[in-house]
């Protein structure tokens, strides 16, 4: 089921229990900042952003289709450890390119403006740094880290080189998410209290049981060092095209689910740090494979003036949903993967009934024949209560939309929309969900030490 047929059974149900006036709608369409995939006149040698890519897997391809398919932006190089992977390369961008099992190749390379990283997170902070050090913009998957000390080095290299480091959780360049951040501001939904994300999955790819290329094997993959930072294990085929399976090289839920949740939450709300505290429960309940990642999660979260709950199974599938919930109404936003749009369902915080609860006869009745001559609407004047609806463009695309803002920061050294600093806050926010279920305790960010403890 879609999301727009979600939005409209909540309206129905939403509808029918409106008493004293009508639940009406209204839709309103957002535009993209990005352009269009449209045919583009190339740009001018001196107006063209290059790039070079390091790991074209799952997300690396898509990335890589997503940003050739951008005007004025060109991949001259890639980095791919794995042979199929690197004629993939090849036959996405559709014109010769060096292709090289060396990143350093990349770094080294000066015709290379910037550099997209989306390799798995054990590689981030190396990646990130050497980049900065070598002159290189760099995008980097989420979560930025794979462990908490690893960001503010990451941070200091941006800082120190004047680099611009974006991370991959589009939110921040969403059109809706854009549009969810200013009406909060301006206080539409009144005081949130609290916000509540889930995610359902019932499928092996959804749980990261990816498929085995067949003719993967030690001469097609350079496994030492893909290993890199990683603990030394023998060739595994599973822990290559599966890894967000092992702690070893991602963190499972947290950092690849959770971390939209967070993203998007931390930029609507304006959070500057991460949470104070996180209490985790879940389990390993049905991928019984080998994996060291749960996969069912729920984690609560203890921000200043409010309050999260997020929540992911990988055995269910259940729409991906996040609720804004204040003191004069809800802010429904769903289809966050390929954003759809949100709701806001009004409300006004006040008793539309007689509130007199053990009141004994007639004193009840004496007080509401009153209450009801003061209270009520008269007869046709009623206001429809509205409930209005923000929806993207056809065919958008925020992770598209969020390269577009990269590479125009590249090109006009304009601050990123996700930066080092951003992109810690909320990958710390990932580590403490994953700290509290580990250590079956709740996670508590020490600011002044920069490390988790338990409470």
Known sequence: MDSNQISRRSFMGRAAGVTGGMLAGRAIRLEASAPGRVPARPAAPSDTVRFGIIGVGMRGSGLLRDAISLPGVECVAACELYTGRQELA??????????????????????????????????????????????????????????????????????????????????????????????????VIGDVCLVESSLGRNSPCGAWNYTIPPDLSPKTLDWETWLGPAPKRPFSKVRFTRWRNFRDYGEGASGDLFIHSLTGIHYAMDVTAPPKR?????????????????????????????????????????????????????????????????????????????????????????????????????????????????????????????????????????????????????????????????????AVWNHEERKLTSA
Not at 111 to 139: F, L, N, S, T
Not at 366 to 393: L, R, S
Request: proline share 7%; glycine share 6%.
């Open 90 to 187: 090849r036959q996405i961008v559709g014109k010769p390119i060096q292709v090289t099992g060396r990143y350093q190749d990349l770094l080294d390379n000066n015709e290379i403006d910037c550099i997209i990283a989306p390799m798995p997170d054990h590689w981030h902070q190396r990646i990130v740094v050497e980049c900065c050090q070598a002159g290189k913009d760099v995008y980097v998957e989420k979560p930025m880290t794979h462990e908490v000390q690893q960001g503010f080095s990451m941070i200091e290299a941006a800082k120190k080189h004047n680099r611009i480091v974006q991370v991959g959780s589009q939110e921040p360049s969403s059109v809706i998410y854009h549009k969810a951040r200013e009406l909060l501001r301006q206080g």
């Open 278 to 442: 996180a209490a985790t429960m879940g389990g390993l309940f049905r991928w019984k494979d080998g994996r060291d990642v749960p996969d069912v999660m729920t984690t609560v979260y203890e921000y200043d003036g409010f309050r999260v709950t997020l929540r992911v199974t990988l055995n269910t599938s259940d729409p991906e949903v996040y609720r804004f919930l204040g003191t004069r109404g809800i802010m429904e936003i769903h289809g966050i993967e390929n954003p759809s749009g949100f709701t806001i369902w009004p409300e006004n915080g006040k008793n539309h009934s007689p509130c007199t609860p053990a009141w004994p006869q007639p004193m009840l009745s004496n007080y509401a024949k009153n209450w009801h001559a003061e209270h009520d609407t008269p007869p046709g004047a009623a206001k429809p209560i509205e409930a209005t609806g923000y929806y993207a463009p056809d065919n958008y695309d925020d992770t598209r939309e969020h390269l577009w803002n990269f590479f125009q920061s590249v090109k006009t050294r304009r601050p990123s929309v996700e930066d080092a600093v951003f992109g810690n806050n909320a990958a710390i926010a990932c580590h403490m969900a994953n700290y509290s279920y580990f250590n079956n305790a709740i």
